[in-house]
T-cell receptor, first 111, second 114 residues
Framework: DQQVKQNSPSLSVQEGRISILNCDYTNSMFDYFLWYKKYPAEGPTFLISISSIKDKNEDGRFTVFLNKSAKHLSLHIVPSQPGDSAVYFCAASLKYNDMRFGAGTRLTVKP | GAGVSQSPSNKVTEKGKDVELRCDPISGHTALYWYRQSLGQGLEFLIYFQGNSAPDKSGLPSDRFSAERTGGSVSTLTIQRTQQEDSAVYLC????????????FGSGTRLTVV
């Protein structure tokens, strides 16, 4: 039962352009959402989060948008840099121990 | 240490053998989680420890899986009588318990059951 879905397994963008990673969820009770970034042979690292009471959260080049009516969130990276190349996981949470992850999207930023 | 440490980084075992995976969380982190990632899948929650409370084992896929956390620090995930479907990357994470902090993950243990 995949409650969090990332339908694009991969995304390729040019350096300097915008990267948009998408995530859909099915459980309307999720109230906290996070994005993690994972490099090969390393564990995922926390990137940015958003509470369901907000529709946007920004941190430097990274912005997360939440559309509750559509049960959709997205991560925007502007401008994209080659060092951003990684696998990005979105996650949704009901409580601390119930974080559900998507399958990940591999982002490649070409110089 | 500065991060979450997991050992071994890779483990190849024969079907039917038992394996133990170890996790050293960040010092002071009261919450510890185990997840696994099978090929092409997201991170699947397995078990959660919070302080001295009883662990939440609701994600363990079968009774062949167990975990303990000694002294509120190091955790061991044990898989008995391993099966090929147990092959995955097993990730441990720790946190201060606040959702705003997110989790800090270790590099994982890649388990291959042959």
């Amino acid at each position: 039962d995949q409650q969090v879905k990332q339908n694009s397994p991969s995304l390729s963008v040019q350096e300097g352009r915008i990267s948009i990673l998408n995530c859909d969820y099915t459980n309307s009770m999720f109230d906290y959402f996070l994005w993690y970034k994972k490099y090969p042979a390393e564990g995922p690292t926390f990137l940015i989060s958003i509470s369901s009471i907000k529709d946007k959260n920004e941190d430097g080049r990274f912005t997360v948008f939440l559309n509750k009516s559509a049960k959709h969130l997205s991560l925007h990276i502007v401008p994209s840099q080659p060092g951003d190349s990684a696998v990005y996981f979105c996650a949704a949470s009901l409580k601390y121990n119930d974080m559900r992850f998507g399958a990940g999207t591999r982002l490649t930023v070409k110089p | 240490g500065a991060g979450v440490s997991q050992s071994p980084s890779n483990k190849v075992t024969e079907k039917g053998k038992d394996v133990e995976l170890r996790c050293d969380p960040i010092s002071g982190h009261t919450a510890l989680y185990w997840y696994r990632q099978s090929l092409g899948q997201g991170l699947e929650f397995l078990i959660y420890f919070q302080g001295n409370s009883a662990p939440d084992k609701s994600g363990l896929p079968s009774d062949r899986f167990s975990a303990e956390r000694t002294g509120g620090s190091v955790s061991t995930l044990t898989i008995q009588r391993t099966q090929q479907e147990d092959s995955a990357v097993y990730l441990c994470a720790s946190s201060l318990g606040g959702r705003g902090h997110g989790y800090t993950f270790g590099s994982g243990t890649r388990l291959t059951v042959v």
